[in-house]
Structures are given as structure tokens and as C-alpha cells.
Nanobody
Framework: QVQLVESGGGLVQAGDSLRLSCAAS????????MGWFRRAPGKEREFVAA????????IYADSVKGRFTISRDNAKNTVYLQMNSLKPEDTAAYYC????????????????WGQGTQVTVSS
């Protein structure tokens, strides 16, 4: 089992950057596929990005491709989401996710979720 704690959210202006962090508990962080989802007010939950166990593979939603970068530091049990060129439509609660199933990278089905961190982008 793993516990996830997100940080780094805040209020920024359009065009600004933010970096979200997700710290995971436990000694087997490198065995988890990690990812980020978001939920905007009144909208469905949306997949944002995922990273493989080694960090060698990443995948993104079309809406953030080229602007967001997911990375991980297995020595620090932390996954990051670098968000550049932020837009008002990026406003949402961002959730860190984890799963030990390798298939989660493709299925976007994750067992473990953090509590979320709010990102608000003003125009």
C-alpha cells in the first residue's frame, strides 16, 4: 500500500508555470506506475499524464502535450508535474495516482489516489 501527498498548487496567471510534487510513502516506490489526473468544477475527471516505473516512458493527454512534463525521482519517492504555459482551462484539482500493475500505464486504472492540490489559472 502507498500513501500519496500532493503539493505545489496555487493561483497563477495565464502563461505562468507551476510544478506539482507528489511524495509517496513506502519503500517500493519504484514498483509503481505513477500518474496525474485532474477534475475541474462541473466536469468529469480527466487523465493528465503517466510515467512508467523506471521513468523511461511517459504519456500525456492531448490537452497538455507539449506544455506539461511528468517526471519521477525514485530515490526521493517523488513524482513531479511541471506545468508550463498554463491556461485558464487548466484550472482544476490535480490528483496524484499510483498502481503496481504495469497495465495501469495504458488502462488509466489506478488503485491509489492522493487528496489533491488545487491549481487556479486566472486570465
Amino acid at each position: 500500500q502507498v500513501q500519496l501527498v500532493e503539493s505545489g498548487g496555487g493561483l497563477v496567471q495565464a502563461g505562468d508555470s507551476l510544478r506539482l510534487s507528489c511524495a509517496a510513502s513506502g519503500r517500493t516506490f519504484s514498483s509503481y506506475v505513477m500518474g496525474w489526473f485532474r477534475r475541474a468544477p462541473g466536469k468529469e475527471r480527466e487523465f493528465v499524464a503517466a510515467i512508467s516505473r523506471s521513468g523511461g516512458s511517459t504519456i500525456y493527454a492531448d490537452s497538455v502535450k507539449g506544455r506539461f512534463t511528468i517526471s519521477r525521482d525514485n530515490a526521493k519517492n517523488t513524482v513531479y508535474l511541471q506545468m508550463n504555459s498554463l491556461k485558464p482551462e487548466d484550472t482544476a484539482a490535480y490528483y496524484c495516482v499510483a498502481d503496481q500493475r504495469a497495465s495501469s500505464y495504458y488502462t488509466r486504472d489506478y488503485d491509489y489516489w492522493g487528496q489533491g492540490t488545487q491549481v487556479t489559472v486566472s486570465s
